[in-house]
T-cell receptor, first 113, second 110 residues
Framework: NAGVMQNPRHLVRRRGQEARLRCSPM?????VYWYRQLPEEGLKFMVY????????ESGMPKERFSAEFPKEGPSILRIQQVVRGDSAAYFC???????????FGPGTRLLVL | DAKTTQPPSMDCAEGRAANLPCNHS???????VYWYRQIHSQGPQYIIH???NNETNEMASLIITEDRKSSTLILPHATLRDTAVYYC???????????FGAGTRLTVKP
């Protein structure tokens, strides 16, 4: 009974490069959420997706960040032209529906040099 | 969503019950109380949630006051592995956004 999978677990990028974070939801879950946790802070909601649709991106920065959840394959959080302030832990959660409990993955720790 | 207030830190002796309080005095009638914990920067782990009635599962018990303005998470027999940051979250049932505050850092001591 695999939980939410995220990869890579650790990612190092230089300023200006692109970062791609992947999230595979739990089996049977079609709703995916992305959160960001800056050092010593709580998690902050970024975006909520269902298969092939972005439902709520109210927490996403307006520039450089994008997310997708294709019909086949994992959800992808993409950060273009990374800056040092993007260094954080990025967590993905999944659920069976909007009204259901969210279960979190282990996170991807992004370090921008 | 209603705001929650939790003590920043608590200690508990191993084997004893850990009682973690949460104040949510502005909670609305359609808002649930959720508890998650985060062990040493791992992904948040779901513990329990409830609306009005007390709830119990294999991990913990949740006691919600009758006026719903506060709740207590109870870990009946704390172990060293329960050392974590515990988050109390008030959430409208169909809201996408789980609002994580600062939480309570619980340290279980031998």
């Amino acid at each position: 009974n695999a939980g939410v999978m995220q990869n890579p677990r650790h990612l190092v990028r230089r300023r200006g490069q692109e970062a791609r974070l992947r999230c595979s939801p739990m089996k049977g879950h079609s709703h995916v959420y992305w959160y960001r946790q800056l050092p010593e802070e709580g998690l902050k909601f970024m975006v909520y997706l269902q298969k092939e649709n972005i439902i709520d991106e109210s927490g996403m920065p307006k520039e450089r960040f994008s997310a997708e959840f294709p019909k086949e394959g994992p959800s992808i959080l993409r950060i273009q032209q990374v800056v040092r302030g993007d260094s954080a832990a990025y967590f993905c959660a999944s659920s069976t529906g909007t009204q259901e409990t969210q279960y979190f993955g282990p996170g991807t720790r992004l370090l921008v040099l | 969503d209603a705001k929650t207030t939790q003590p920043p830190s608590m200690d508990c002796a191993e084997g004893r019950a850990a009682n973690l309080p949460c104040n949510h005095s502005t909670i609305s009638g359609n808002e649930y109380v959720y508890w998650y914990r985060q062990i040493h920067s791992q992904g948040p782990q779901y513990i329990i949630h409830g609306l009005k009635n007390n709830e119990t599962n294999e991990m913990a018990s949740l006691i919600i006051t009758e006026d719903r303005k506060s709740s207590t998470l109870i870990l009946p027999h704390a172990t060293l592995r329960d050392t974590a940051v515990y988050y109390c979250i008030v959430r409208v049932y169909n809201n996408n956004d789980m609002r994580f505050g600062a939480g309570t850092r619980l340290t279980v001591k031998p």
